[in-house]
């Protein structure tokens, strides 16, 4: 019995180890970006005073506000981050698989 090109795929120890791979990165960007989150709700939840503070007297900047624009640049540093490991690392293994299965 011949396996068809989606098995040889699947049974690929490059694939395997590109999916491998590709998991660890994603679930650390996962695990920094929840943990971020969290600890801008965790601060929202126990110290509103802290959060609604403003930064400086007389200004409308409250610490709270400044949170929330972090962990949305936060956010965006990390899918920075991850598009260009992606480019550096993921394309590279998904060519090596490609050139390996005959359709590079």
């Known amino acids: 019995m011949q396996q068809t090109d989606t098995e040889k795929c699947l049974n690929h120890p490059g694939f395997k180890r590109l999916v491998r791979v590709r998991g660890r990165v994603s679930l650390w960007f996962s695990v920094m970006i ?3 989150y969290g600890l801008y709700v965790f ?3 126990f110290f509103p005073g802290v959060m609604s503070r403003t ?3 007389g200004g409308s900047m409250t610490y709270g506000i400044l949170g929330a624009v972090a962990v949305i640049v936060a956010g965006m540093i ?3 981050i991850y598009i260009w490991w992606a480019n550096r690392h993921f394309d590279v293994l998904r060519r090596d698989l490609l050139k390996d299965l005959g359709y590079e």
Do not use: E, L, W, Y
Request: charged content about 15%; proline content about 0%; hydrophobic content about 35%.
């Open 78 to 80: 990390c899918s920075g």
């Open 55 to 57: 930064v400086r007297d």
């Open 34 to 36: 929840t943990f971020g």
């Open 43 to 45: 601060g929202i939840a």
